[in-house]
């Protein structure tokens, strides 16, 4: 299906977004610089409180943070903290016309949907599936790519809070699934690059060299992208300041192997991904940024 182009919306919606962590605030923030009007609820409310001061309304829990909202946004850290949040809100007496919509932007695997479908039929939610592509920065500067799918019917409430958050919007089907399927493969795709990147300087510094050699040899060429330099100057320069932590790429390259085993597809880069990713954890990096791969 093609790109939805941007137009304007009559009146912005009322939003609420369930986790604050380091995606999800500064999407809250844009979402509210949109003219949205935003309640922000968060399992610790120390990483809410400081939105207050973009307008944002932080809430005690997570039913007081969608009380009024036309679209409920969840950007948690897995499959299990969604459902438990949303689990918690009361179920749908009668489905309200038209429906909340729930862009749930959160990775997940495509095993989650099913039950996520039922959890939104039971609270009276409009499930979008829109997971976004990007890390911290890109989030920061509402330029992330979200892929999305969901019932036509449920695009116009959602448009205002997508424009706000991303650069674009690709939908890809009217029902959940599609979308967090590709975000896997793209996933794939982002992993192997920064293993790619981590082990080439670090086998650099092995041989004598400077590893900002190889950044410095590539930069321009066909050969270069802009996330190999940005990867590659963190791995230099030992800073890990995270956009995207080791931690959720533990979990993510999990989902990866999850959906390849299911499909039947061998994910050998994956796998080895994984275990590299988790020698970085049990140093007690996970906290660190995915660049952190270097120190495998």
Aim: aromatic share 4%; charged share 20%; hydrophobic share 50%.
């Amino acid at each position: 299906m093609p790109n939805e182009a941007k137009s304007p919306t009559r009146r912005p919606p009322r939003v609420a977004v369930l986790g604050a962590g380091l995606m999800g605030a500064p999407m809250a923030r844009n979402i509210a610089e949109a003219g949205c009007r935003v309640t922000v609820w968060n399992r610790t409310p120390s990483k809410a409180l400081p939105l207050a001061v973009h307008n944002i309304a932080p809430a005690v829990d997570a039913a007081e943070a969608v009380l009024g909202a036309e679209v409920v946004v969840t950007m948690l850290k897995d499959a299990g903290a969604i459902t438990e949040v949303m689990s918690a809100l009361p179920d749908a007496e009668s489905a309200p016309e038209p429906p909340v919509c729930w862009l749930q932007m959160s990775t997940v695997g495509p095993a989650d949907l099913p039950g996520l479908q039922a959890l939104a039929d039971r609270k009276g939610l409009a499930l979008i599936d829109a997971p976004v592509l990007g890390t911290r920065q890109p989030a920061e500067a509402g330029q992330l790519l979200v892929l999305a799918a969901g019932p036509e019917e449920s695009r116009d409430a959602a448009r205002p809070v997508l424009e706000a958050v991303g650069k674009a919007t690709r939908w890809l089907d009217t029902a959940p699934g599609m979308a967090t399927r590709l975000k896997l493969a793209l996933n794939s795709w982002v992993f192997a690059l920064t293993h790619g990147a981590a082990e080439s300087l670090a086998l650099a510094r092995g041989l004598g060299l400077d590893p900002e050699l190889v950044a410095d040899t590539l930069r321009g060429g066909p050969l270069d992208t802009p996330f190999f330099q940005i990867k590659a100057q963190a791995m230099a320069s030992g800073d890990f300041t995270p956009a995207f932590t080791i931690d959720n790429a533990v979990k993510d390259s999990a989902l990866i192997l999850d959906a390849a085993l299911e499909a039947g597809v061998g994910a050998d880069l994956a796998e080895a991904g994984l275990n590299r990713f988790r020698r970085v954890q049990a140093q007690g990096q996970g906290a660190a940024d995915m660049a952190a791969s270097i120190l495998a």
